[in-house]
């Protein structure tokens, strides 16, 4: 990497894992809640106390499919999506948190850069596309950093 190369974090990682850490432990919780309600009675309000019980493998699955979902709707709205990003004259490096990896990619195979709004107020992605088809999408920033990004990635392309 070119030592002239400007690093921008687009979200800090510290935060990133403690939201992910944090998400992942409601819904365990929550897929826990539904394991305890669906297999024990007991420990439902009086009016759902006459339902039966469901197995306590099927409530498991239950319960671990509520989770699953809750936590990967988390990550697909939050935190999948680049974080940092390296511009050098050459070349664009992208950072990814899980699994910690980066994508190099050349600036000459850059085909659009742009910035798309995101979910949330004040939220958006960049959006880098290149002329082979693939697209990489940063996790949801504000727009002012998505844009000097923006702005250092279309210069002298």
Wanted: net charge positive.
């Amino acid at each position: 990497m070119d030592p002239a190369a400007t690093t921008t974090s687009l979200r800090d990682e510290v935060a990133l894992l403690g939201a992910s850490a944090f998400f992942l432990a409601i819904a365990c919780l929550l897929g826990f809640v539904v394991y305890r309600l669906l297999s024990r009675p007991a420990d439902r309000r009086p009016g759902f106390r006459t339902w039966g019980a469901w197995r306590k493998g099927t409530s498991a699955l239950a319960g671990a499919a509520l989770a699953a979902a809750v936590f990967t709707a988390f990550v697909a709205t939050s935190i999948a999506g680049f974080h940092r990003v390296v511009v050098s004259d050459s070349e664009v490096l992208l950072g990814y948190m899980p699994p910690f990896d980066g994508v190099s990619l050349r600036r000459t195979d850059l085909k659009q850069v742009r910035c798309e709004p995101g979910i949330g107020a004040g939220a958006s992605r960049l959006v880098i596309e290149t002329r082979d088809g693939s697209r990489y999408e940063s996790v949801p920033a504000r727009i002012d950093v998505l844009k000097a990004v923006h702005a250092q990635i279309a210069r002298d392309r």
